[in-house]
Protein backbone atom coordinates (compact mmCIF):
# COMPACT_ATOMS: atom_id res chain seq x y z
CA UNK A 1 0.00 0.00 0.00
CA UNK A 2 1.24 3.79 -1.07
CA UNK A 3 1.47 6.46 1.70
CA UNK A 4 -0.98 8.24 -0.30
CA UNK A 5 -2.32 6.66 -3.37
CA UNK A 6 -2.47 8.58 -6.10
CA UNK A 7 -5.46 9.68 -8.54
CA UNK A 8 -6.52 6.67 -10.94
CA UNK A 9 -6.88 9.76 -13.68
CA UNK A 10 -5.26 8.06 -16.45
CA UNK A 11 -7.14 4.63 -16.24
CA UNK A 12 -8.54 3.59 -19.59
CA UNK A 13 -5.02 4.96 -21.21
CA UNK A 14 -2.05 3.34 -23.11
CA UNK A 15 1.36 4.55 -22.70
CA UNK A 16 4.58 3.38 -23.66
CA UNK A 17 7.99 4.12 -21.94
CA UNK A 18 11.29 3.60 -23.27
CA UNK A 19 14.55 3.31 -20.84
CA UNK A 20 18.00 2.38 -20.25
CA UNK A 21 20.88 2.46 -23.02
CA UNK A 22 20.44 1.41 -27.07
CA UNK A 23 23.62 -0.71 -28.23
CA UNK A 24 25.45 -1.05 -31.38
CA UNK A 25 27.31 -3.97 -32.20
CA UNK A 26 30.69 -3.60 -33.54
CA UNK A 27 30.97 -7.23 -34.08
CA UNK A 28 29.29 -10.42 -32.68
CA UNK A 29 30.95 -9.93 -29.34
CA UNK A 30 31.13 -6.32 -28.74
CA UNK A 31 28.89 -2.92 -28.85
CA UNK A 32 29.03 0.68 -28.47
CA UNK A 33 26.81 1.38 -25.06
CA UNK A 34 25.91 3.75 -22.68
CA UNK A 35 25.53 3.59 -18.61
CA UNK A 36 22.79 4.78 -18.83
CA UNK A 37 20.56 2.47 -15.72
CA UNK A 38 17.04 2.55 -17.16
CA UNK A 39 16.17 3.42 -13.53
CA UNK A 40 14.30 6.64 -14.43
CA UNK A 41 11.87 5.15 -17.07
CA UNK A 42 11.02 2.53 -14.89
CA UNK A 43 9.78 5.25 -12.73
CA UNK A 44 8.05 6.78 -15.29
CA UNK A 45 6.21 3.56 -16.32
CA UNK A 46 5.23 2.90 -12.67
CA UNK A 47 4.01 6.52 -11.98
CA UNK A 48 2.10 6.21 -15.27
CA UNK A 49 0.73 2.61 -13.85
CA UNK A 50 0.28 3.86 -10.41
CA UNK A 51 -2.07 6.82 -12.14
CA UNK A 52 -4.21 3.46 -13.79
CA UNK A 53 -2.70 3.74 -17.12
CA UNK A 54 -1.79 0.67 -18.96
CA UNK A 55 2.08 0.77 -19.53
CA UNK A 56 4.42 -1.05 -21.92
CA UNK A 57 8.02 -0.44 -21.03
CA UNK A 58 10.38 -0.83 -24.01
CA UNK A 59 13.67 -1.78 -21.75
CA UNK A 60 16.96 -1.22 -23.61
CA UNK A 61 19.21 -3.51 -21.65
CA UNK A 62 17.89 -2.76 -18.47
CA UNK A 63 18.78 -5.51 -15.73
CA UNK A 64 15.42 -7.40 -15.36
CA UNK A 65 15.97 -6.85 -11.61
CA UNK A 66 15.47 -3.17 -12.42
CA UNK A 67 12.15 -3.88 -14.71
CA UNK A 68 9.28 -2.75 -12.30
CA UNK A 69 6.30 -4.97 -11.99
CA UNK A 70 3.40 -2.79 -12.70
CA UNK A 71 3.79 -2.84 -16.49
CA UNK A 72 4.54 -5.03 -19.34
CA UNK A 73 8.04 -5.64 -20.93
CA UNK A 74 9.54 -5.65 -23.92
CA UNK A 75 12.87 -5.60 -24.80
CA UNK A 76 15.57 -4.29 -27.20
CA UNK A 77 18.83 -4.27 -27.56
CA UNK A 78 19.64 -1.71 -30.92
CA UNK A 79 18.37 1.60 -31.69
CA UNK A 80 17.03 0.61 -34.99
CA UNK A 81 15.12 -2.55 -32.55
CA UNK A 82 13.90 0.70 -30.11
CA UNK A 83 12.72 2.22 -33.05
CA UNK A 84 10.82 0.16 -34.54
CA UNK A 85 9.35 -1.43 -30.92
CA UNK A 86 8.52 2.53 -30.09
CA UNK A 87 6.67 2.93 -33.41
CA UNK A 88 4.56 -0.16 -33.39
CA UNK A 89 3.15 1.06 -29.68
CA UNK A 90 3.59 4.83 -30.47
CA UNK A 91 -0.04 4.34 -32.58
CA UNK A 92 -2.14 2.83 -30.10
CA UNK A 93 -0.59 4.97 -27.32
CA UNK A 94 -2.68 8.16 -25.88
CA UNK A 95 1.03 8.65 -24.12
CA UNK A 96 5.04 8.04 -25.84
CA UNK A 97 7.68 8.73 -23.64
CA UNK A 98 11.05 8.57 -24.48
CA UNK A 99 13.58 8.64 -21.14
CA UNK A 100 16.18 5.92 -23.31
CA UNK A 101 19.41 7.30 -23.96
CA UNK A 102 19.07 6.71 -27.57
CA UNK A 103 22.97 6.12 -28.79
CA UNK A 104 23.50 8.65 -31.28
CA UNK A 105 26.05 6.76 -33.58
CA UNK A 106 26.06 3.17 -34.60
CA UNK A 107 29.15 1.66 -36.89
CA UNK A 108 28.62 2.17 -40.21
CA UNK A 109 29.08 -1.29 -40.73
CA UNK A 110 28.79 -4.10 -38.24
CA UNK A 111 31.35 -6.72 -38.56
CA UNK A 112 29.87 -10.76 -38.93
CA UNK A 113 33.00 -11.87 -37.51
CA UNK A 114 34.49 -11.00 -34.38
CA UNK A 115 37.44 -8.13 -35.12
CA UNK A 116 40.98 -9.21 -34.73
CA UNK A 117 44.11 -7.32 -33.55
CA UNK A 118 46.08 -6.24 -36.53
CA UNK A 119 48.88 -5.05 -34.39
CA UNK A 120 48.00 -0.97 -35.44
CA UNK A 121 45.01 1.17 -34.23
CA UNK A 122 41.57 0.82 -35.44
CA UNK A 123 39.54 3.35 -36.53
CA UNK A 124 35.29 2.44 -36.44
CA UNK A 125 33.27 5.05 -38.52
CA UNK A 126 30.22 5.61 -37.04
CA UNK A 127 27.16 7.11 -38.89
CA UNK A 128 24.39 9.00 -37.06
CA UNK A 129 20.91 6.99 -35.62
CA UNK A 130 17.87 8.13 -36.72
CA UNK A 131 16.09 10.73 -34.03
CA UNK A 132 13.19 8.45 -32.56
CA UNK A 133 11.75 10.88 -30.67
CA UNK A 134 11.53 13.03 -33.79
CA UNK A 135 9.86 10.54 -35.68
CA UNK A 136 7.44 9.79 -32.74
CA UNK A 137 6.45 13.53 -32.48
CA UNK A 138 6.25 14.00 -36.83
CA UNK A 139 3.55 11.15 -35.95
CA UNK A 140 1.95 12.16 -33.76
CA UNK A 141 -1.97 11.01 -33.29
CA UNK A 142 -4.61 13.55 -31.61
CA UNK A 143 -4.58 14.31 -28.61
CA UNK A 144 -1.29 11.98 -27.72
CA UNK A 145 0.87 13.32 -25.59
CA UNK A 146 4.75 12.91 -25.99
CA UNK A 147 8.12 13.23 -23.38
CA UNK A 148 11.42 13.67 -24.23
CA UNK A 149 13.74 13.23 -21.48
CA UNK A 150 17.25 15.50 -22.44
CA UNK A 151 20.49 15.34 -19.72
CA UNK A 152 22.15 18.42 -19.84
CA UNK A 153 25.75 19.57 -18.75
CA UNK A 154 25.96 23.26 -20.21
CA UNK A 155 29.17 24.30 -21.75
CA UNK A 156 31.13 27.41 -21.83
CA UNK A 157 28.31 29.25 -24.14
CA UNK A 158 25.16 28.53 -21.76
CA UNK A 159 23.48 26.76 -18.87
CA UNK A 160 22.10 23.45 -18.58
CA UNK A 161 18.20 24.92 -18.96
CA UNK A 162 19.43 27.19 -21.77
CA UNK A 163 20.52 24.11 -23.89
CA UNK A 164 16.77 22.38 -22.59
CA UNK A 165 15.30 25.23 -24.10
CA UNK A 166 16.73 24.86 -27.57
CA UNK A 167 16.46 20.97 -27.45
CA UNK A 168 13.02 21.64 -26.29
CA UNK A 169 11.89 24.05 -29.25
CA UNK A 170 14.04 21.57 -31.53
CA UNK A 171 12.34 18.52 -30.83
CA UNK A 172 8.94 19.58 -29.96
CA UNK A 173 8.00 17.04 -28.13
CA UNK A 174 4.89 18.11 -25.72
CA UNK A 175 7.16 17.78 -22.74
CA UNK A 176 10.93 18.00 -22.53
CA UNK A 177 12.42 17.00 -18.74
CA UNK A 178 15.74 18.17 -18.63
CA UNK A 179 18.04 16.72 -15.80
CA UNK A 180 20.91 18.99 -15.14
CA UNK A 181 23.63 16.58 -14.68
CA UNK A 182 27.07 16.81 -13.23
CA UNK A 183 27.48 18.14 -9.81
CA UNK A 184 26.95 14.70 -8.60
CA UNK A 185 23.51 15.17 -10.11
CA UNK A 186 21.50 12.39 -12.28
CA UNK A 187 24.04 9.05 -11.43
CA UNK A 188 23.04 6.62 -9.30
CA UNK A 189 20.61 7.04 -6.45
CA UNK A 190 21.61 10.48 -5.37
CA UNK A 191 18.50 12.69 -5.83
CA UNK A 192 17.64 14.57 -9.23
CA UNK A 193 16.54 17.51 -10.42
CA UNK A 194 14.08 17.66 -13.11
CA UNK A 195 12.73 20.99 -14.84
CA UNK A 196 10.33 20.51 -17.12
CA UNK A 197 9.64 22.74 -20.05
CA UNK A 198 6.80 22.83 -23.38
CA UNK A 199 7.36 22.72 -26.61
CA UNK A 200 7.99 25.95 -26.30
CA UNK A 201 10.80 25.84 -23.96
CA UNK A 202 8.98 27.94 -21.32
CA UNK A 203 8.83 26.32 -17.80
CA UNK A 204 6.01 23.92 -16.93
CA UNK A 205 7.12 22.78 -13.51
CA UNK A 206 10.33 21.97 -11.51
CA UNK A 207 11.12 19.19 -8.82
CA UNK A 208 14.16 17.70 -6.70
CA UNK A 209 14.09 14.01 -5.57
CA UNK A 210 14.61 10.52 -5.56
CA UNK A 211 13.67 9.07 -9.11
CA UNK A 212 10.10 8.56 -7.88
CA UNK A 213 9.19 11.62 -6.50
CA UNK A 214 10.54 13.25 -10.17
CA UNK A 215 8.78 10.73 -12.23
CA UNK A 216 5.59 10.99 -10.13
CA UNK A 217 5.66 14.66 -10.42
CA UNK A 218 6.42 14.58 -14.29
CA UNK A 219 3.54 12.44 -14.73
CA UNK A 220 1.51 14.70 -12.72
CA UNK A 221 2.11 17.61 -15.95
CA UNK A 222 1.28 14.90 -17.97
CA UNK A 223 -1.96 14.15 -16.64
CA UNK A 224 -2.71 17.77 -16.45
CA UNK A 225 -2.26 17.91 -19.74
CA UNK A 226 -4.34 14.63 -21.13
CA UNK A 227 -7.09 16.86 -18.66
CA UNK A 228 -7.33 19.54 -20.08
CA UNK A 229 -7.26 18.01 -23.94
CA UNK A 230 -10.09 15.99 -22.59
CA UNK A 231 -12.00 19.18 -21.08
N1 LIG B 1 16.44 10.54 -28.79
C1 LIG B 1 15.85 9.75 -29.76
N2 LIG B 1 16.60 9.29 -30.81
C2 LIG B 1 17.91 9.60 -30.90
C3 LIG B 1 18.52 10.43 -29.92
C4 LIG B 1 17.75 10.88 -28.86
O1 LIG B 1 14.66 9.48 -29.67
N3 LIG B 1 18.61 9.15 -31.94
C5 LIG B 1 15.58 11.05 -27.69
C6 LIG B 1 15.99 10.64 -26.30
O2 LIG B 1 15.37 9.42 -25.91
C7 LIG B 1 15.50 11.81 -25.46
C8 LIG B 1 15.63 12.99 -26.40
O3 LIG B 1 15.65 12.46 -27.72
O4 LIG B 1 14.14 11.68 -25.14
C9 LIG B 1 16.83 13.85 -26.18
O5 LIG B 1 17.98 13.07 -26.28
P1 LIG B 1 19.40 13.79 -26.29
O6 LIG B 1 20.46 12.76 -26.40
O7 LIG B 1 19.43 14.74 -25.12
O8 LIG B 1 19.27 14.69 -27.61
P2 LIG B 1 19.98 14.62 -29.01
O9 LIG B 1 18.96 15.09 -30.00
O10 LIG B 1 20.59 13.29 -29.26
O11 LIG B 1 21.08 15.76 -28.92
P3 LIG B 1 22.56 15.73 -28.26
O12 LIG B 1 22.85 14.35 -27.74
O13 LIG B 1 23.46 16.14 -29.36
O14 LIG B 1 22.49 16.76 -27.15
CA1 LIG C 1 22.09 12.25 -27.87
Known amino acids: VEPSSPPQDLAGLRAVVSA ?15 RSSGRQGVAVADA ?7 VTLVAANVAPAVHG ?6 EVVSTADLAEAMATRAAASDIVVMAAAVADYRPA ?21 PD ?12 QVIVGFAAETGDADSDPLEH ?3 KARRKGAD ?22 LDAAGDLVGSSEGSKEEVAAALVSHVADLILRRSA
Do not use: M, W
Open 175 to 196: LLAVNAVGHDRGFGDVPNALTV
Open 164 to 166: GRA
Open 132 to 143: ILAGLVSGRRAG
Open 109 to 129: TGSEHKLKKTGGGLTLELVEN
Open 69 to 74: GRHAVV
Open 20 to 34: GGTREAIDPVRYLGN
Open 48 to 54: LAARGAQ
